[in-house]
Every structure is written in structure tokens, then in C-alpha cells.
């Protein structure tokens, strides 16, 4: 289902009024209790003991939060959490800061919430069964940072299109208390035992393609922020995964005329040298040929 089809159902282009006063150290120390409390009351999460500090509190209210089902949330609640992770999210790194290491190509080591950019990726996959929407997340920070608006708008859209997502497919919403302005859900191939088939490779492209035609056509989209999809516990090699996003994005870039951004979120040194190495020796491959 094309983003037209349900941005006015999720107030997609609405803003999300995020210039608030930041919450003190003992404002977030008691929010984050009061939340806690309100979030749990279904005994969705065990909690023995909540915790002293507020550093593990806030890790058990992002527990809490991941495992939360989407029943009606008080607005005053959602509100207080929208304050708390916005406080949170406040010391971002702007993309302007980055190095560019081919035109308009960059990477970024580090936390993918912590960077500020019109769109950032990330893999999700919902499913609908018996008419309600479930939904298991690759990287749950994303989740956890945005709030609960985002996934409510989330399982919105998979609810309205009544059928599971495909693989490589995307969708867009708000990206509400993340320092970025959207999010974009793509579904990522699963491999195992490294037998990468020709479908995966496809359908990983696709993944890269799909978010790509998503922001084509929408004007505030400057700039796009791509985790490694299908690596790490989804079991894609990271050699193989960056020589597919390079690609892909190489070849989307040069046969449409969006003036893009393109970031590449890796995790560690070594993911940030193939990434590097990639970009700066790839040969362009149609994928969608193969």
C-alpha cells in the first residue's frame, strides 16, 4: 500500500511539536517512576523490584514499553513519556557533522536514535493474525526512543492494508520523539547458514529500493539514515549486505534526480572499513535482474 493511501490517516505531515523545555534530573527521576508504574499495571513485564537508579529505570521502562500490547493509553500519559524520551533524545548528532565520503554518501557509527536526519531505517515485521496486528522489531531502541505514537501508527497502517507486509517492502511514519523526522519500516530477508539465494539478494535490494521510492516523492526528505539491514542476528554477511546496499543506492541515486543524503549506520570499526572500502570500490549491479 502506497504512503498516500494512509498519510492522512496517521497525520503523517503533521508536526510533532518537539520544542519543549528539557525535563531536570529529578523530573525525569520521578517520570520515569510514575510511567513505570502506569505501563505495568498489566503485569506485562515481571518486576520484582524496581530499580534505584535511573539509568536501569529507564532501561526496565524500555522493556516494559517493547513488551507493551497497544490497548487505549491515557493522553497524560503519553504525553509524559512523549516529554521524558524527547529530554532524552536532545543531545543529537547532526548529519552535517559527518564526513562525506562520496558525493552525497556517508556513514555514521553509532546508535541509529542518536543521529538527527529527515528519515532514518529500520527493520521491523508485522504480521496480522486473527485480525490483530503483532509486530517483532530487529532494533528495538528505535521503538523505545520514538514512543508509543509510533508504533500505534504502525499497526494503523498494517490494519488498514489487511494483509501482511512483503519482504523488501516499506512504510513510512512519524518519527515523534527520535531526533529525526520519520521512520521508514522495511521487512528484511532472514538467511541461515550463509546460503545467500539469488531471492535474498533481491529482496534485500528491494528493502533499499522500497525506502528510496518512499522519500522520492516527498519534498522534506533531504537526507536518509540506513541501518545495516539483514545483518547481524537476521544473518546476512556484512560483506555481502554492504556490496547490495551500495549498490543499490548507487544505482537508485544515479537514475532519479532527488538530491539526496544517503548515511550508512554501522556499529563498529570493522563494519565502518567495509563500509568505507564499498563505497569507494563499487561496480554498479542491477539486482533487480538478477
Not at 96 to 121: P, R
Not at 171 to 182: E, V
Request: proline share 2%; hydrophobic share 35%.
Amino acid at each position: 500500500m502506497n504512503w498516500i493511501y494512509y498519510a492522512k490517516d496517521i497525520n503523517l505531515f503533521d508536526k510533532f511539536d518537539k520544542d519543549i523545555k528539557p525535563m531536570s534530573k529529578s523530573e525525569k527521576y520521578r517520570a520515569v517512576r510514575i510511567l513505570i508504574d502506569y505501563f505495568s499495571k498489566n503485569d506485562i513485564v515481571s518486576i520484582n523490584e524496581v530499580p534505584n537508579t535511573y539509568e536501569e529505570r529507564l532501561k526496565l521502562l524500555y522493556k516494559i514499553l517493547n513488551n507493551y500490547n497497544l490497548f487505549e493509553v491515557n493522553e497524560n500519559m503519553l504525553q509524559l513519556l512523549d516529554r521524558l524520551l524527547i529530554s532524552e533524545n536532545s543531545n543529537a548528532i547532526n548529519i552535517n557533522q559527518l564526513e562525506e565520503i562520496d558525493s552525497n554518501i556517508y556513514i555514521y557509527k553509532g546508535n541509529i536514535t542518536n543521529i538527527k536526519s529527515d528519515a532514518i531505517v529500520n527493520v521491523s515485521n508485522c504480521r496480522l493474525t486473527n485480525n490483530k496486528v503483532s509486530c517483532i522489531y530487529k532494533d528495538k531502541s528505535v521503538y523505545s526512543s520514538a514512543g508509543l505514537r509510533l508504533r500505534i501508527d504502525y499497526n494503523k497502517i498494517i490494519d488498514m492494508q489487511n494483509y501482511n507486509e512483503y519482504i523488501g517492502s516499506a512504510k513510512i511514519t512519524r518519527g515523534y520523539c527520535l531526533p529525526s523526522k520519520y521512520v521508514i519500516h522495511t521487512i528484511a530477508p532472514i538467511i541461515t547458514n550463509n546460503n545467500i539465494s539469488k531471492e535474498k539478494v533481491k529482496q534485500l535490494s528491494s528493502c533499499y529500493t522500497s525506502c528510496l521510492n518512499i522519500i522520492s516523492d516527498i519534498d522534506d526528505i533531504k537526507s536518509i539514515v540506513f541501518s545495516a539491514i539483514s545483518t547481524g542476528s537476521l544473518g546476512f554477511p556484512i560483506q555481502s549486505a554492504a556490496n547490495i546496499a551500495v549498490n543499490t543506492v548507487k544505482q537508485w541515486i544515479s537514475n532519479n534526480n532527488k538530491n539526496i543524503k544517503v548515511i550508512f549506520n554501522v556499529s563498529s570499526d570493522t563494519e565502518e572499513e567495509i563500509y568505507k572500502n564499498t563505497i569507494l570500490n563499487h561496480s554498479i549491479v542491477d539486482y533487480s535482474t538478477i
